[in-house]
Each structure stands twice: as structure tokens, then as C-alpha cells.
């Protein structure tokens, strides 16, 4: 495809999942942290919905070689850095859909999110220029690489490689892992609703702003 | 215009938004954001620092600034998408915090997002709608940072609402 065919494909897509993020008012941030905080679950089910259908989805093509998989080698600069996005993300109430998202909508603080995600990027790469850690994709092997704390490169294609079975066979076991964290959450729903139901309606009513917040 | 007017259920718009991806994944690859931030920070400092950018070799070696790396649009898409959904449900207004807490923690929480999408070279999205559903190493490492992230991170916001 033509670099214009991509970026015209990109932003149509991107538009599209503007459109019903604001309307749906989903947010990555607020599916791990309603649920940690608020014991809310709204978000949160919203996501697993979204990784079931992606992991059968992605896991079918990837089992006949189709899609463009991310090719990269993963190693501990991937927990460090999505444990410092984890918490940064929740000090700024949105992750980089809804910094997108809610600017949209006119929020000044989601601009200023943004603005200062760009200048940590830059002071990053001032740092990378001295360290040259995590190693650049041009010397990646996707072979274990320990002094750069490099694992090397896996997924559901290079296991079905490795073992000869199906790809999707793999996507559909983590897909059923998937749906029994769904299920065990739509158990804490009823169990949580059973406690509320006796108590009196402005509890109900603190719960509807909590959710309306997210 | 009543329709608009409506909260859109998350799971069926988050069901459409994954079957696009899957179109997305087969013809340039998954939904991804932070490629597309670090591609513009690139080109806002190539537009500031011109040729004084070559002097720093990150933007030589693993980003170099190019206007047609499709990840951008993605961004912009999102941008515009969000603007057009909040006109027609009139949802549009400048909002701005009121605390200086919040600005606080908006540029402190900003500075780590960037930091870690370059650390880690995924960020949310790729986490869970892209590496995760792929089966790559890489999206349970990053999984496993982010939940424990967003632990920390629920613990710090909460002691700052209660003060």
C-alpha cells in the first residue's frame, strides 16, 4: 500500500475510534483504575470484550502468515516503562486514546497531558543518547540478548513455528482465560449489587456519579 | 439529532472499534499511538531545532522524523473523531482545571507517559489491543508494568483526593 493509502487508512480508522470512544466515553485508564479504586466495572469489561475478539481475530490471520504482527525483541525496559506509564496515566486521568479523545472535547488538561508526554519523549531521547537502552530495532536479532535484559521475540506465529500447532489454537485457550476473568467479574458485579440492594438510594445515587466521572 | 444525544454502549462500540482493527492489523497494523506521538515530537523538535536535531542520535538511529509514518494519522484521526462526536452531542466545551493539584499531577503523569511509551516502545494501546491479543511476550511483560503501575498510581491519586 502507498504511504498516502496508509496514512488515509490510519485516519479514517483513528476518526472512527474517535468518534465512538467519545460517545462511548470509554477509557483504557479508567477500566484498571475504576476497578482498583471504585470496584466499578464498566471500562473494564469493555476491554476484555475488545482482547477476546482481537485474540481470535489477530491469532486466525497470524495461523496462514496474514497481518502485520509488531516485530520487536521485548525484554524488562517493557515492565519498567508501562509500571511508569501506569502510574503517569492515572495522575493525568487518561491514557493516550482519551489525552486524544478528551482534547477533542475541549479539555485544556488533556492538551497539557499531551503537550508534556511529547517533552517527556524528547527528554527521553536525550537520555537513549547516552545509554542507547533499550537497544534500537535495527540490532535486534530476536535471539535472548542478556546484557541489553533482552528476551527476544515471541508470539502466537513463532509458537505455532516452534510446536506445529495452530496459532489460533493458542489464541483460543488465552481467549478462555479471558472470558473466566469476564465471568468472575460479572460474579463480583451480582455479589456487590446483592450488598447495595438493601441500602438506601443515595448510595445508589454516589455510585452513578463515580461512574459518570470515568 | 437524538441519537446523538446518547451514552453509545462501551462494549458494542468497542466491539465495532475491534473489528477495524482487525482490518487495520491485516492491512498496515494494529491500533497503536505511542509510534505516532514519539513521530510527532520528532518533527515539533526537527521544526524548532532544524539540523541541530542530527546531534542527538535517537532521532537518527531509532526515530527518524518522517511526515508520512501512517501512526500520526491515527492520532489525528482520534483528535478529529472526538471533536466531531462532542459537536453533535454539543458536548464541546473548554474545560480547564480548577486546582493547581491537578496541574500537578497532569504534568507529572504526562512526563511519565512519555518516558514510558519510549522505555517500553509500546504504550496502553499496543499493550492490550495489539502485543496481548497477538500472543507476544512482550504484551504480558508490559501488562504485568502497567497493572502494577496503575496500582501505585490509584494509591498516590487517592491520597491527593483526600487531602
Known amino acids: 500500500m502507498s504511504v498516502v493509502g496508509q496514512c488515509l487508512a490510519a485516519f479514517i480508522f483513528g476518526s472512527i475510534v474517535g468518534f465512538l470512544v467519545q460517545r462511548s466515553r470509554f477509557c483504557n485508564t479508567a477500566a484498571l483504575r475504576d476497578a482498583m479504586l471504585f470496584k466499578t466495572y464498566r471500562n473494564t469489561k469493555a476491554l476484555l470484550v475488545t482482547m477476546m475478539i482481537l485474540t481470535v481475530g489477530f491469532t486466525t490471520f497470524m495461523t496462514f502468515g496474514d497481518g502485520h504482527p509488531l516485530q520487536f525483541d521485548v525484554g524488562i525496559n517493557q515492565v519498567i516503562g508501562l509500571f511508569l506509564f501506569g502510574i503517569g496515566m492515572v495522575l493525568a486521568g487518561a491514557c493516550t486514546v482519551s489525552t486524544w479523545v478528551k482534547a477533542g472535547e475541549g479539555n485544556v488538561g488533556a492538551i497539557w497531558a499531551l503537550l508534556f508526554t511529547f ?84 448510595v445508589l445515587e454516589t455510585h452513578i456519579v463515580v461512574e459518570s466521572k470515568s | 439529532m437524538e441519537f446523538f444525544k446518547k451514552t453509545f ?37 526537527e521544526f524548532f531545532l532544524g539540523d541541530e536535531l542530527a546531534r ?66 509500546v504504550c496502553n494501546v499496543s499493550t492490550f489491543f ?14 504485568t508494568g502497567i497493572i502494577a503501575g496503575a496500582w501505585v498510581g490509584s494509591i498516590i491519586y487517592k491520597k491527593v483526593l483526600e487531602s
Open chain 1, 119 to 202: 517533552i517527556g519523549m524528547f527528554l527521553f531521547s536525550l537520555v537513549w543518547s547516552y545509554t542507547y537502552w533499550p537497544p534500537a530495532s535495527a540490532t535486534m536479532t530476536g535471539e535472548p540478548n542478556l546484557t541489553g535484559l533482552q528476551f527476544g521475540f515471541a508470539n502466537a506465529a513463532t509458537l505455532q513455528e516452534k510446536t506445529g500447532i495452530p496459532a489460533l489454537f493458542f489464541g483460543l485457550v488465552q481467549t478462555a482465560v479471558l472470558y473466566a476473568i469476564y465471568q468472575a467479574i460479572l460474579r463480583k458485579e451480582r455479589r456487590i449489587a446483592e450488598q447495595r440492594a438493601p441500602a438506601s438510594k443515595s
Open chain 2, 130 to 143: 495489539g502485543l496481548t491479543p497477538q500472543m507476544n511476550l512482550g504484551g504480558y511483560l508490559s501488562m
Open chain 2, 56 to 121: 542527538i542520535p535517537f532521532w537518527d538511529l531509532v526515530f527518524k522524523p518522517d511526515a508520512g509514518y501512517w501512526k500520526i494519522y491515527i492520532s489525528l484521526g482520534m483528535l478529529f473523531g472526538a471533536l466531531i462526536g462532542a459537536l453533535l452531542s454539543k458536548e464541546f466545551y473548554w474545560r480547564v482545571p480548577k486546582h493547581l493539584s491537578e496541574w500537578v499531577m497532569i504534568t507529572i503523569g504526562g512526563l511519565l507517559m512519555g518516558v514510558g511509551i519510549r522505555l517500553a516502545f
Open chain 2, 9 to 45: 454502549d462501551p462494549v458494542i462500540s468497542l466491539a465495532i472499534i475491534s473489528v477495524l482493527n482487525i482490518f487495520l492489523f491485516l492491512t498496515v497494523g494494529a491500533w497503536t499511538v505511542g509510534g505516532g506521538e514519539t513521530m510527532m515530537t520528532g518533527l515539533i523538535a
